[in-house]
């Protein structure tokens, strides 16, 4: 059950700063910082994807990004053919000659076979890290906050940014989310964006949510970037996860420089707090067209489905993919249905090469492309390109009319153990009796 309690000041006295603010405040060079207030914060990381709207600005102008150390590029959107209007064949080169010219290192250029998404790779690679300002050029930016940064996306804004290492900012309200329980078997962070989404969409839009309690610590890191990367979908600004074991491990052997992780006060300055037993949600679908229209699967189990996606910002990992693997293996395919399988990253694609999970949808009928966004969008470079009259079932980020192909297609969106089954059964499925068979052969074996 939710609850919900309202932040109120009991008497003078200041009250204790949220994460947002104490990260805040720290880029600023202050001690502390409060909400309303106005400050110049310091970044400590400029992520790009491969479609830059800055590089002309910089040649024209004869201007230097701040610290070439601390921008990276991700080739993750544009891998189109020549007719395209953004294309890789002068993109890349573009965005190459760029770094080069700036004294930006080579490692800081994600380049296919070393590419993923723009916002994943800084958390994979372990530039994204705890206590620190990181700004991300797309929208789903805010998947850097499960590593206990500020995340914040920055699309046409950014050329100031990068030429002077600086962004104003105003200490924003912030929401927390107190998680008991654990999430039942067979889902994942999809299903919390969802639950969000339906619950706290008309709430916490423009403010920071920030997690805690004991249940944050049954969410690995996988499940944290798919629940922070939801963060524009949900309505807010961003999402910050704190500082705990997880994350610690997580980072050994990925942080790239030392790193002061940051904690919320018992008494910070929330406007309001939700509590939530991770163990009372359920499987969810979002969509068509609206993905504020959030459903529990049942209500929409058994619609027709022409083709199914796994992969995008808000999945693909290696966690989703072994969801998916354990639905398909030893299965095949709907023959009316195709399934396209996009790991978020070139080190995601070779861990799940790896573990035998490619062999498996290979085996089972689908088609597993280059990491990247992958059919989430239809300029994208991916064979799934939706028609008039067809559904998707998608692990993607956006059910917009027209998102994945016709404007006349539908787009439905749930976790992977979803879009797997219902890819063998040519309709909206619930996973729940393949994965007990899965369960159960792991048992016997």
């Known amino acids: 059950m939710l609850k919900v309690q309202y932040g109120l000041r009991r008497d003078d006295r200041a009250m204790g700063s949220t994460m947002a603010a104490k990260i805040l405040a720290r880029a600023a060079g202050k001690d502390r910082a409060d909400t309303g207030e106005a ?3 310091r970044v400590s990381l400029m992520t790009c994807l491969d479609g830059t709207t800055f590089i002309d600005t910089f040649r024209e102008r004869g201007l230097k990004v701040w610290d070439p150390k601390r921008l990276i590029f991700c080739f993750d959107h544009f891998f189109q053919p020549e007719w395209f209007p953004q294309q890789a064949g002068k993109e890349h080169p573009k965005i190459k000659a760029f770094a080069k010219e700036q004294g930006v290192p080579a490692e800081n250029v994600y380049d296919v076979g070393r590419n993923g998404i723009s916002h994943h790779i800084p958390v994979e690679q ?6 620190a300002v990181a700004i991300g050029a797309d929208t789903q930016s805010a998947t850097m906050g499960a590593a206990n940064c ?3 996306p920055a699309l046409f804004g950014v050329d100031p940014i990068i030429l002077t290492g600086d962004i104003w900012m105003v200490v924003p309200q912030c929401v927390r989310i107190n998680l008991t329980g654990s999430l039942p078997a067979g889902l994942n962070g999809k299903d919390v964006v969802y639950r969000l989404i339906h619950d706290l969409g008309e709430t916490v839009g423009g403010k920071v949510i920030e997690f805690s309690g004991p249940g944050v610590a049954s969410l690995p890191m996988d499940f944290r970037m798919a629940i922070a990367n939801g963060a524009v979908q949900i309505g807010a600004l961003t999402i910050v996860f704190p500082y705990d074991q997880v994350l610690e491990d997580y980072l050994e052997g990925r942080a790239r420089e030392a790193f002061q ?3 919320a006060d018992d008494d910070a300055d929330y406007v309001a707090t939700y509590d939530y037993d991770l163990s009372s949600f359920e499987m969810l679908v979002a969509g068509p067209h609206d993905i504020e229209l ?3 699967l049942g209500n929409v189990q058994g619609l027709e489905v022409n083709a199914a996606n796994i992969g995008s910002c808000s999945s693909g990992r290696l966690s989703d993919l072994q969801l998916a693997a354990d639905v398909l293996r ?4 709907h023959p009316g249905v195709r399934l396209v399988v996009t790991p978020i990253s070139a080190e995601t694609h070779r861990e799940a090469a790896r573990a035998g999970l490619i062999e498996i949808f290979l085996d089972a009928g689908a088609t597993v492309t280059q990491p990247g966004c992958g059919a989430c969008y239809s300029g994208n470079l991916s064979p799934l390109k939706l028609g008039d009259g067809e559904r998707c079932i998608s692990t993607s980020v956006e059910t917009l009319r027209g998102r ?8 439905m969106l749930a976790n992977a153990a979803v879009v797997a089954a219902s890819a063998i059964e040519g309709r909206i499925a619930d996973p729940a009796p393949y994965l007990v068979r899965e369960l159960e052969a792991s048992h016997e074996a």
């Open 330 to 333: 030893g299965r095949k395919l």
């Open 404 to 411: 994945m192909g016709s404007q006349e297609s539908e787009v």
């Open 261 to 263: 992780p940051v904690a």
């Open 39 to 41: 400050l110049l914060a």
């Open 294 to 296: 959030v459903r529990p």
């Open 126 to 131: 372990g530039w994204a890290l705890p206590g």
């Open 150 to 152: 500020f995340a914040l």
